[in-house]
């Protein structure tokens, strides 16, 4: 069957093969025909060599972490066939720590866990697949077109859970948050802050084109240019794009009991001036709280499953600028600059 691998550790080695191995039953009872797989930073990463693991034994690693795919058989009846689901991400780590003996593997503690598609677990970048029924998502049926959105949906419904646990330290009634960036991770995080009733602001250096477009359609307000130029101070900040001066001046702009979520994976290697001290003082002075956030567990992906039940599917759709088939797997791996998230569709989509 045709899969999308690469050799990781190793740059340009990124390929589609025809005759991939089907998907072994160690892999789970669930088995799973792709329909797309969405593309993100993460992968372009392990493309350039920089990250990824292959799977024990083997040096290749099948891409795909984001999926949408319908379920052919499962022997154990917790799923249909032709159920549409997406596979989740992570898997626990095998000591099991305690985070994920209480199957929270996102909050992982010995860095063992596994990833399709990014750590030691073959990914979703291939004609079929197979998981355990506790790691596959249902999603309505109207989702058909924009499920492969879950993935992202469902590390962001990890980031708002946490800013809501970590608000409730105090009396809170947050009224605005700001989210910088409006890539698919940064237009989700907006989403469901509309979904919570909270005044929308985005923030992103696009002055023209979807990104304003998706925002206004969302009901939330556009801001192109620096983070320190707006007018307000947000109760809330998702920063969602990794950029070394917006993840300190989002530190610096946030208002009083704020919380700032960070989601962004910076590269590192740039290096800018800041006034640590100065920053620890308005940190201090005002009890903010910056956290990072990675991944999700079941739980976030049930809600982000919801989430996208709730929105308005022509906006999500808005979100896929690019589709391309497995004839032009290349291109969708290159970044063009008016995209927001671009999928690779299999044959099954057709
Ligand atoms: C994925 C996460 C994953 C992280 C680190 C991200 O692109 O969305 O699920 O945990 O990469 O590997």
Not at 77 to 100: E, W
Not at 125 to 143: C, D, I, K, S, Y
Not at 310 to 323: E, P, S
Not at 329 to 347: C, R, S, T
């Amino acid at each position: 069957m045709y899969a999308v691998t690469v050799i990781p550790g190793t740059a340009d080695s990124l390929r589609l093969v025809d005759n991939f191995p089907e998907p072994s039953p160690q892999e789970g009872p669930v088995l799973v025909e792709t329909l797309s797989a969405g593309i993100c930073g993460t992968d372009r990463e392990i493309i350039d060599g920089a990250f990824g693991e292959a799977p024990p034994g083997s040096d290749t690693l099948v891409l795909g972490h984001e999926s949408l795919g319908r379920v052919i058989e499962d022997p154990t009846g917790q799923l249909r066939a032709g159920d549409l689901i997406a596979g989740i991400v992570r898997h626990p780590d095998p000591v099991p720590c305690p985070n994920c003996a209480a199957r929270e593997w996102d909050m992982c503690r010995n860095g063992l866990y596994t990833e399709h598609g990014i750590k030691a677990r073959q990914g979703f970048a291939r004609e079929r697949w197979r998981t355990q029924p506790e790691f596959a998502v249902p999603l309505a049926p109207g989702l058909a077109e924009v499920g492969v959105l879950l993935e992202p949906a469902s590390v962001v419904a990890k980031g708002w859970e946490h800013v809501d646990r970590i608000g409730a330290r105090s009396v809170w009634r947050p009224r605005r948050v700001l989210v910088t960036g409006a890539g698919p991770i940064g237009l989700l995080a907006a989403l469901l802050g509309q979904q919570r009733g909270l005044e929308v602001h985005v923030l992103d250096r696009a002055e023209v084109g979807h990104k304003p477009a998706l925002v206004d359609r969302l009901g939330a307000t556009y801001h192109a240019g620096p983070v320190m130029a707006l007018d307000f101070e947000p109760d809330i900040v998702l920063e969602c794009t990794g950029a070394p001066t917006v993840v300190i001046d989002v530190m610096d702009k946030v208002g009083r009991n704020g919380i700032v979520c960070l989601t962004g994976v910076s590269t590192g290697g740039r290096t800018i001036e800041i006034d640590a001290g100065a920053l620890n003082h308005s940190l201090v002075l005002e009890n903010n709280v910056v956290f990072g956030s990675v991944n999700a567990n079941r739980r976030h992906w049930l809600q982000a499953a919801e989430a996208l039940a709730r929105a308005d599917v022509g906006w999500l759709a808005g979100l896929i600028t690019r589709r391309e088939d497995l004839d032009h797997y290349a291109e969708a791996y290159e970044g063009q600059p008016d995209d927001i998230k671009v999928v690779l569709e299999f044959p099954a989509a057709r």
